[in-house]
């Protein structure tokens, strides 16, 4: 006997099968990605020996400092806090960073409240001042890269274009210690920290003339275009002494000091720099006219910088450059001013930053990472 079904009721029980599919899928989706966390989770305890045994849910906890002029401040926190409790951490400390404190004293509040980890949550300045604060302490860095530049975060291959990913890093990467540079414009003048690159001359005044509209709306290309308008200028005469003990004169165009190499688009301006061996690499650039910034170019493209055309390179610990002339110097893309003396040291294995973990970067890039 056949039975003829409603075609109301066929429909109903047709929907219903598709439902339960789609439910099925989903759940299996979020468990694997609990699983991959979870795996994530331990592979980041497993490569640091140092994390203590957690006693309860919530032991750990995060600072967030973060630059109000590079992101909406509330949907960050929002996205951080979401995730910390994801995570099984406690309410990350949100601290905004002013035009008093572009990072350094707010730093200092959070290692005050004993938090497991700084978050840098801005471009290369704040990074520089979230740093500044944390080298030769035991409690590490993590970025979540907002800037135009973010070198640092280029050179570490933390990821630029994902909040969540990069907190997540900060959370669980693997810790790695790296080397930071110190800079003084004075003989008897303050110390400043920086991490990726310091430089007088050329290289300073493209940073002190790049106008900020146009690095909103082209990003580095805004560099390229300020660069363009610098290159037609005479060299200047300069001292440099290497490690106190070989100096040089030359006139050059810039000489800058490097604790790694990788610039936007991929660009290696200090091909052999190594951010952990406790060196710096110290590049100066010396074209006479627009001709020889032909063979600079050619030099920095060919990664042959080390001795190149109108281009060399020698590592060192400490460098002092000495000017008969006022020079614009700039930290990490932050112009400072102008100065006919720098001097820079290494300060190895100064600081610790969290990195991905060979997990981490395989989720990735599956994407299996939800909020």
């Not at 979230?130 to 993590?142: D, I, K």
């Amino acid at each position: 006997m056949t039975i003829a079904l409603d075609p109301l009721i066929m429909w109903l029980v047709i929907a219903g099968i598709v439902v339960v599919l789609l439910v099925a899928f989903f759940l299996g989706r979020r468990t694997g990605a609990r699983r991959a966390l979870n795996r994530i989770r331990q592979s980041g305890r497993g490569t640091n020996p140092d994390w203590p045994e957690a006693e309860s849910s919530g032991r750990y906890r995060a600072a967030l400092v973060v630059n109000p002029t590079k992101t909406d401040v509330r949907g960050l926190a929002s996205t951080a806090e979401a995730i910390c409790r994801f995570e099984g951490w406690s309410a990350p400390l949100v601290i905004e960073t002013t035009p008093e404190d572009s990072g350094e004293g707010a730093t200092v509040r959070a290692l005050d409240e004993g938090v497991d980890v700084v978050i840098a949550a801005g471009g290369d300045g704040t990074v520089r001042a979230v740093a500044s604060a944390l080298a030769e302490t035991s409690t590490p860095m993590g970025i979540v890269p907002l800037g135009t530049g973010n070198l640092l975060s280029r050179n570490l291959d933390i990821v630029l274009d994902k909040t969540e990913w990069a907190l997540r890093i900060a959370l669980w990467g693997r810790n790695r210690e790296i080397d930071v540079g110190t800079a003084k414009v004075a003989e008897d003048g303050d110390t400043h920290v920086f991490t990726v690159m310091t430089g007088l001359g050329f290289d300073a005044a493209v940073m002190a003339d790049t106008n900020s509209d146009l690095k909103s709306r082209l990003g580095w290309l805004a560099y390229v275009e300020a660069g363009s308008r610098k290159l037609v200028g005479r060299p200047s005469h300069v001292k440099v002494t290497f490690d106190d003990d070989y100096r040089i004169s030359a006139r050059v165009r810039s000489v800058l000091g490097g604790n790694c190499g990788k610039l936007q688009g991929g660009i290696q301006l200090l091909p052999q720099a190594v951010i952990d061996d406790g060196m710096l690499d110290v590049l100066i650039v010396s074209p006479k006219n627009l001709g020889q910034w032909v063979g600079v170019l050619a030099s920095v493209l060919g990664r042959q910088t080390t001795k190149g055309l109108h281009t060399n390179i020698r590592k060192c610990q400490k460098v002092v450059i000495e000017s008969g002339e006022e020079l614009d110097v700039q930290l990490d893309g932050d112009p400072i001013g102008q100065s006919g003396y720098l001097a820079m040291e290494v300060m190895p294995a100064a600081l610790t930053v969290r990195v991905p973990t060979v997990e981490q970067r395989k989720q990735i890039r599956a994407e299996a990472w939800p909020v």
